[in-house]
């Protein structure tokens, strides 16, 4: 994998995650009491606050290897918060309405659950790639893989021979 790969998959997911919160909490409703005026709602904003801070920050800070370790972690905290939360929603939901077990599955959030756990694993397998080298910061730089093994033979350092001729 690639970094024109994996950061458009990460944009991707993360934005497909707002729009699928915003299309269930949206955030600007109509007014009962005006209709035709849209009011901020902030309780259905909390719930689409992860995943904007996900599509913008997460990815934002993934795009450089000097701050894709605070992507990483961000995009960690996300997930973790974002399943509780949906856990505790869907939980919720399925007590209060009595829903049989065969339609737990469908009707609860574990769809949603599962792409924001795709979202975290698109960012490890950037963050992976950074670590491991593979891939370069500048377009003119070799992975660090190949400058590493490029230094030492270039010393005629073999790794043991020392001494022995």
Request: net charge neutral; charged share 15%; with cysteine.
């Amino acid at each position: 994998m690639n970094k024109s790969t994996l950061i458009p998959a990460l944009f991707l997911s993360a934005l497909a995650s707002l729009m699928l919160h915003y299309r269930i909490h949206p955030f600007m409703v109509v007014d009962p009491l005006h209709p035709g005026v849209s009011v901020f709602d902030g309780t259905h904003f909390l719930a689409s606050f992860f995943s904007l801070t996900d599509l913008l920050v997460v990815t934002t800070l993934f795009m450089s290897r000097r701050t894709a370790a605070y992507g990483y972690l961000l995009n960690g905290l996300i997930v973790i918060y974002g399943t509780i939360f949906m856990a505790h929603f869907s939980i919720a939901e399925i007590m209060a309405k009595g829903i049989p077990f065969p339609a737990m599955i469908l009707k609860s959030t574990l769809p949603d659950i599962g792409l924001a756990w795709c979202d975290f694993l698109i960012g490890k397998a950037l963050y992976d790639a950074y670590i491991n080298g593979e891939i370069a910061e500048g377009a003119n730089r070799p992975p660090a893989r190949e400058s590493a093994g490029v230094a030492s033979s270039a010393n005629g350092d073999l790794g043991g021979s020392q001494g022995v001729r």
